[in-house]
């Protein structure tokens, strides 16, 4: 079995920053790739940031893209989601998955595992 634990979520105020760390613990590729989604009230849940296992590449979804860094600490087991200049459509729940593939993965179908979600909620 494979754990994922999101945490960092909370509450921001709008312009301000939070950032996500998801550890991974149990069998697992040794560097799996691994992406951050995201699921508003009322809507599906959508992938915004992916890293491949080597933390070499990296993939943003275009309304994150420059706000947003995903990064990964491999000797850590934890990958983190910096997010900057936070707006209130970034509120959501936000969760970490990982593949079976090590390299970078941008469908969601190709995602094995899941977090449980930590909220992100951005007042105006």
């Known amino acids: 079995q494979v754990q994922l634990v999101e945490s960092g979520g909370g509450l921001v105020q709008a312009g301000g920053s939070l950032r996500l760390s998801c550890t991974t613990s149990?069998?697992?590729?040794?560097?799996?790739?691994m992406g951050w989604f995201r699921q508003a009230p009322g809507k599906e849940r959508d992938l915004i940031a992916a890293?491949?296992?080597?933390?070499?590449?990296?993939y943003y979804v275009d309304s994150v893209k420059g706000r947003f860094t995903i990064s990964r600490d491999n000797a850590k087991n934890t990958m983190y989601l910096q997010m900057n200049r936070l707006n209130p459509e970034d509120t959501a729940d936000y969760y970490c998955?990982?593949?079976?593939?090590?390299?970078?993965?941008?469908?969601?179908?190709?995602?094995?595992?899941w977090g449980q979600g930590t909220q992100v909620t951005v007042s105006s």
């Open positions: 998955a990982a593949s079976r593939r090590l390299s970078l993965v941008t469908s969601p179908l190709e995602y094995d595992y």
């Open positions: 149990g069998r697992a590729a040794s560097r799996p790739a």
């Open positions: 890293i491949s296992g080597s933390g070499v590449m990296t």
